[in-house]
């Protein structure tokens, strides 16, 4: 009975953990544009949401940037 209860915990545990980080990646796919680089670094628009931004590792961002005011 108490193993069952461990079990029950980790399984709830782990659904909360794979949640969040399916929330976290929002299907963002970034692709870089060299030509727009500027003082700010690499530049990256979303091919999902539209969003733009400028990374200066020259690496996408990890998260969604969707603008807020997109129902
Ligand atoms: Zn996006």
Redesign the pocket.
């Known amino acids: 009975m108490f193993i069952f209860l461990i079990v029950l915990i980790g399984v709830l545990v782990w659904m909360a953990v794979t949640f969040r980080a399916r929330k976290a990646v ?1 299907n ?1 796919r970034w692709r870089e544009n060299r030509g727009k680089d500027s003082g700010a670094g690499r530049y990256f628009i ?1 091919m ?2 539209g ?1 733009e931004t400028h990374t200066r590792d020259g690496k996408p961002p990890a998260a ?3 603008p807020p005011e997109q129902p």
């Open positions: 929002k963002c979303c999902n949401c969003a969604c940037l969707r």
